[in-house]
C-alpha cells in the first residue's frame, strides 16, 4: 500500500524560510511522480512542484518558480519542498501525492492518486 506522510509545516514570518517533507513508501512501480500541492481555505488545490523517479525531472508552477525547490533523497524514500521568502499569501496547507506509472501532468491534482493528510504552513505578515 502506497503511503505518504509530510512533516515541516509551522508558523514562519514573511520572508523566512521552510523545509517540507514527503516520506513514501509502499510503490513498487518503476515510473512513477511525487508532487507538491497546497490549498488555501476558500481555494481550489493547486499544484507546485513535482519530481519524476526516472530521470528525477523537475516541474515547478508560475507561483513556485524562484523561490521552492523540490528535491528527492532516495536512500531515505524522502522528497523535499525548500520554500525561501515565504509570503503571507502561501499560508495553506501543504501536501505531497504520488502518480503512479501513465500520468501526462503531474502539476495536476487529478492525475495524482495518493495523498498525504497534509501539513499546515501559516506565514505571519
Known amino acids: 500500500e502506497v503511503h505518504l506522510m509530510e512533516s515541516g509545516g509551522g508558523l514562519v514570518q514573511a520572508g523566512g524560510s521552510l523545509r517540507l517533507s514527503c516520506a513514501v513508501s509502499?510503490?513498487?512501480?518503476?515510473?512513477?511522480?511525487i508532487g507538491w500541492f497546497r490549498q488555501a481555505p476558500g481555494k481550489e488545490r493547486e499544484g507546485l512542484s513535482c519530481?519524476?523517479?526516472?530521470?528525477?525531472?523537475?516541474y515547478y508552477a508560475d507561483s513556485a518558480k524562484g523561490r521552492f525547490t523540490i528535491s528527492n533523497d532516495n536512500a531515505k524514500s524522502t522528497v523535499y519542498l525548500q520554500m525561501n521568502s515565504l509570503k503571507a499569501e502561501d499560508t495553506a496547507v501543504y501536501y505531497c501525492?504520488?502518480?503512479?506509472?501513465?500520468?501526462?501532468?503531474?502539476?495536476?491534482?487529478?492525475?495524482?492518486?495518493?495523498w498525504g493528510e497534509g501539513t499546515q504552513v501559516t506565514v505571519s505578515s
Open positions: 519530481i519524476t523517479s526516472t530521470d528525477g525531472s523537475t
Open positions: 501525492a504520488a502518480v503512479l506509472a501513465g500520468w501526462m501532468n503531474c502539476l495536476k491534482a487529478s492525475e495524482h492518486d495518493h
Open positions: 509502499g510503490i513498487t512501480f518503476d515510473d512513477y511522480a
